[in-house]
């Protein structure tokens, strides 16, 4: 299994090629690390390193503003 991870906050998301909801997962990991260095790897390579991305819900996103 492959995933993209973040070198600078040391997040990961995992990529499900064929699921539409992780595609919009993994635009959103991208969308708020667009300026830093993203890798794609095997996913074992990032686990016990980095975090997993979780998407926040919307009402997270709006009280953190």
């Not at 600078?8 to 909801?21: D, F, G, M, S, T």
């Not at 992780?22 to 790897?41: A, C």
Request: hydrophobic share 25%; net charge negative; charged share 35%.
């Amino acid at each position: 299994m492959r995933a993209r991870a973040c070198i600078k906050c040391r997040e990961y998301v995992i990529i499900h090629p064929n699921n539409p909801l992780n595609q919009e997962t993994i635009k959103l990991f991208e969308g708020k690390h667009r300026t830093h260095t993203l890798i794609t790897l095997d996913l074992e390579e990032v686990r016990g390193q980095y975090t997993n991305f979780q998407k926040k819900e919307s009402s997270e996103e709006e009280e953190s503003d």
